[in-house]
T-cell receptor, first 116, second 113 residues
Framework: GAGVSQSPSNKVTEKGKDVELRCDPI?????LYWYRQSLGQGLEFLIY????????KSGLPSDRFSAERTGGSVSTLTIQRTQQEDSAVYLC??????????????FGPGTRLTVL | GQNIDQPTEMTATEGAIVQINCTYQ??????LFWYQQHAGEAPTFLSY????GLEEKGRFSSFLSRSKGYSYLLLKELQMKDSASYLC??????????????FGSGTQLTVLP
């Protein structure tokens, strides 16, 4: 079946503008994760959704970052008043469930955000 | 907190064997993953270890020692297409029950002809 999809693939914005990044997880996957990958850095966890439970927002770097997941499927990551340090590749991943032994996360192609 | 270390870069020759090491410090360990990431692409899953020992999957094998906080990824019969970044990631069970992954910075492997 189809993998994780993200849009847009690239986004260039001006400092101070708001941006929305979208993620469509694999159908049937109840867990969804957002990560950020800055140049030369490892992936940094941002936020996690599991079913209808309250999201784990422990990785969000500031209150300018927020995310929603509607209907247990599509998720939107919103960055308000973007700053240059927000420039990175934003990766979304989904997994089937969290109770399994493996519960592999499958990643989307990412959105490359550039803040000028 | 969690800390994951892996070499920044490695170079090997086509047809050879290369071992990429990863050491980690974490609480609530619940598995170690290896991902491959080609430039500009998404990470793709390679292997998973939760018990000590060696997991073999074709040309790729991964080893885990929980007592030493150590893993390695072994790539045999290297091919040019294996040139990529290899990410070591540790999963832990936090108090919030999230099974988030903590990633190392990745090892950039270059395979030379």
């Amino acid at each position: 079946g189809a993998g994780v999809s993200q849009s847009p693939s690239n986004k260039v914005t001006e400092k101070g503008k708001d941006v929305e990044l979208r993620c469509d997880p694999i159908s049937g996957h109840t867990a969804l994760y957002w990560y950020r990958q800055s140049l030369g850095q490892g992936l940094e966890f941002l936020i996690y959704f599991q079913g209808n439970s309250a999201p784990d927002k422990s990785g969000l770097p500031s209150d300018r970052f927020s995310a929603e997941r509607t209907g247990g499927s599509v998720s939107t990551l919103t960055i308000q008043r973007t700053q240059q340090e927000d420039s990175a590749v934003y990766l979304c991943a989904s997994s089937r469930r969290t109770s399994g032994v493996t519960d592999t996360q499958y990643f989307g192609p990412g959105t490359r955000l550039t803040v000028l | 907190g969690q800390n994951i270390d892996q070499p920044t870069e490695m170079t090997a020759t086509e047809g050879a064997i290369v071992q990429i090491n990863c050491t980690y410090q974490t609480s609530g360990f619940n598995g170690l993953f290896w991902y491959q990431q080609h430039a500009g692409e998404a990470p793709t899953f390679l292997s998973y270890n939760v018990l000590d020992g060696l997991e073999e999957k074709g040309r790729f094998s991964s080893f885990l020692s929980r007592s030493k906080g150590y893993s390695y990824l072994l790539l045999k019969e290297l091919q040019m297409k294996d040139s990529a970044s290899y990410l070591c990631a540790v999963r832990s069970i936090s108090s919030g029950s999230a099974r988030q992954l903590t990633f190392g910075s990745g090892t950039q492997l270059t395979v030379l002809p």
